[in-house]
């Protein structure tokens, strides 16, 4: 075994004995929920960094997030390009101004509240085939204080490991996907994110917050009830393009057929100044475009028909 297999091994053991801990603490404040999504670094780099103001502090994911693999569990009907891993990126946004305090304990345990909005946001590096939007968003987390317990990072003093969690027994939390829909009421919502080899060990430090660390870093996420899968509506888009001759001048009244994924076609005529238009167009299929014009012979294109399409130009071929 190479050296930065045994290291990678050695982490990803460590998250696992973490998210074991966290679903315990699941499992007593929520004891109906279900995992729905857990993440694993891809790295296991310190890409979570804590950092101590003295009047404040901030935990956030180094500059465009860290490169994570993400996995829906417990969804079903999933298309099979959501099933498995998903490569994506996490990142973090979060700030406070309320001190941390130790529980006596042994050994202390230290606790560092977060007094505002804590944003978590779990993005595909590439669209989806299914979905809906930006067909990217796995998962967003919104975790706002409800006036009677704040989400927190929590972990022995001077330990190497951390804990944050969030339950809406404690915290108002939003989940929000492009590809699976959440209960609108009634809806019981937790998550635990672990973070080990944290560096410098934990401790508290100036103006009573955590001292400044880094740190690497996994989760989970559950509900009750349990989201489901969000389809893609059968949206209509448009297609917008235009006929240049061989000299780069507008082309009149060529004749642009649309082929779709039945095979059903439809034509447009270009205007005046080249153009043409193919409008309620259902998303979600690759279309053929070819063009028939005295000013010459066209190749055709296709596409695959998310959104709409702009731009669209034909020229000859020579």
Do not use: W
């Not at 130790?102 to 993005?123: G, K, L, S």
């Not at 915290?171 to 973070?195: R, V």
């Amino acid at each position: 075994m190479t050296t930065t297999t045994y290291f990678k091994a050695a982490f990803c053991l460590k998250a696992a004995f973490f998210i074991l801990l966290t679903l315990s603490s699941f499992t007593l404040l929520q004891a109906q929920t279900v995992t729905f999504g857990q993440f694993f670094q891809r790295n296991g780099t310190q890409d979570f960094v804590f950092t101590n103001n003295v009047t404040s502090a901030s935990f956030q994911t180094i500059t465009d997030g860290s490169a994570i693999l993400f996995i829906y569990q417990n969804v079903a009907n999933l298309p099979s390009e959501l099933q498995g891993p998903q490569l994506a990126h996490i990142t973090i946004t979060a700030v406070t101004s309320a001190p941390a305090f130790q529980i006596p304990a042994d050994p202390p345990r230290d606790v560092q509240p977060f007094d505002q909005t804590v944003y978590i946001r779990i993005i595909r590096d590439t669209p989806a085939q299914s979905g809906t939007n930006t067909r990217r968003n796995l998962l967003t987390a919104i975790i706002t204080p409800d006036g009677t317990a704040k989400a927190s990072l929590s972990g022995d003093d001077l330990s190497d490991a951390v804990a944050f969690t969030a339950s809406t027994a404690r915290q108002n939390i939003q989940f929000s996907s492009d590809f699976i829909t959440f209960a609108q009421s009634n809806q019981t919502n937790n998550l635990g994110l672990s973070f080990s080899s944290v560096f410098p060990l934990l401790s508290i430090g100036p103006g009573g917050f955590y001292n400044s660390f880094t740190a690497a870093g996994s989760g989970t996420f559950a509900s009750n009830p349990a989201p489901v899968f969000n389809p893609p509506t059968a949206a209509s888009v448009a297609i917008n393009g235009r006929v240049f001759s061989a000299y780069g001048t507008s082309v009149s009244r060529a004749v642009v057929t649309m082929t779709d994924s039945s095979g059903a076609s439809r034509t447009a005529s270009t205007n005046n100044l080249g153009y043409f238009r193919f409008t309620d167009i259902p998303a979600g299929q690759a279309v053929t475009l070819s063009v028939t014009a005295k000013s010459g012979t066209y190749q055709s294109q296709v596409f695959n028909l998310n959104d709409n399409l702009d731009e669209v130009n034909f020229y000859p071929i020579p």
